[in-house]
């Protein structure tokens, strides 16, 4: 088969493109789901026409959204996964000595496709006895759910469709209390040029909730606009107090294998460029 242009279409003026081959595709309750076989990136997975992972720069993404908040706290144990169905942010916390993770996904369906065509993405985390998987909307997760966590990693798509939900005020609320005292909790805020408006507006709701914010900056090649963000909350730890070598005796105790993070990576990508600093204030 001929290779085809796969662009992504989350905005009429921006365009990202690859060559590839289209492997699957299908239409679920909740979403378009495309599965690409790309020539530069790997196979590459799409949904409601924005590109969510590849095999070849997921661990940016993955690893930038896990190690920084799971080695910030002294002791997780209980963690909680919001979205993730590919598998990555699973991969990446089963690495740590924690006693049970939960992910609760909304579509069924992305689990079973990524087990299927990115095997490499969880490396069997499903099957994991730590893991508790929830196939349930992740704002009434939170709304019901009486237990609380360490940490809690929210890896939503974009805030169109069913994930808009997920970066609303009354979620945090939420959050926090789901949270321990003690718990940290790390999004997706997207990019800091072209989705600006996003990080800026769930920076604001989230500084009306939290005492601590942090925001971390990563470039993923296939994430459209440059830099990356993820923003970080805490009712009790500020990530900007968090010590160098106390994030290094974990990192090194744990003997983690990464291909992205590191100690030095941890505390480079807090230092933010005066135009999002700008966007902050």
Known sequence: M????????LYPDIKI????????KTKTPFQDVR????????????IDGAIQTT??????????????VLLMHSNPKNILIIGGGDGGVLREVLKHNIKK??????????INLSKKFFPTL?????????????????????RKTKETFDIVIIDSPDPVGAAKALFSKNFYIGISSALKENGIMIRQTGSTIVQDGVLKKNYKLLKA???YLAVEIAAIPTYIGGFFSFTIASKSINPHKVQYKTVLKMFENLDL????????????????PNYVIEDLQ
């Open 122 to 142: 969880s490396r069997g985390a499903f099957n994991d006895q730590r893991v508790n998987i929830v196939i349930q909307d992740g704002a009434r997760f939170i």
């Open 257 to 272: 294998k990464t291909k992205f993070y590191n100690p030095e990576i941890h505390f480079a990508s807090m230092q933010l």
């Open 101 to 110: 993770v939960t992910l609760v996904e909304i579509d069924e369906e992305v």
């Open 55 to 68: 095999e070849k720069d997921e661990f940016i993404y993955h690893e930038m959204i896990t190690h920084p």
């Open 2 to 9: 001929r290779n085809m242009w796969i662009y992504e279409s």
């Open 17 to 24: 493109g690859l060559t590839g081959q289209l492997l699957y």
């Open 35 to 46: 599965i690409y076989d790309t020539d530069r990136f790997g196979k590459l997975l799409l």
């Open 209 to 211: 909730i939290f005492p």
